[in-house]
């Protein structure tokens, strides 16, 4: 079985193994920069599993940005009946996507 680790982010949980190229909310980092995700409440290594309650004490994930865009339009469409209410609008949310580089346990 493969190293991986839970990080979370932007409000969200995510599986990331080294390698991986995933969309996480919008970080304000320029292309090309490392960031580190220190909230990592799992890291599972071959038969070894180090839990956190709630982060991983030490541990890390590193990773590089690739870009940065925005998601699929959402539609929100409000609508009353017998009033003649409708509004419709739309929604893209940004993102930033990165490669997984490295876990590291303290």
Do not use: C, W
Not at 2 to 28: H, M, N
Not at 43 to 60: C, E, R
Not at 77 to 94: E, L, N, T, V
Request: hydrophobic share 35%.
């Amino acid at each position: 079985m493969a190293r991986y680790a839970i990080i979370q982010t932007g409000g969200k949980q995510y599986q990331v193994t080294p390698g991986d190229t995933l969309k996480v909310e919008k970080l304000t980092l320029p292309t090309g920069v490392d960031v580190e995700f220190d909230q990592v409440l799992l890291v599972k290594d071959d038969d070894k599993v180090l839990t956190g309650s709630p982060n991983v004490p030490g541990a890390k994930v590193t990773a590089s940005v690739i870009s940065e865009g925005k998601g699929e339009k959402v539609i929100v469409f409000k609508f009353k009946a017998k009033s003649r209410y409708r509004r419709k609008s739309g929604h893209r949310q940004p993102y930033t996507e990165v490669t997984i580089k490295d876990i590291l346990v303290g």
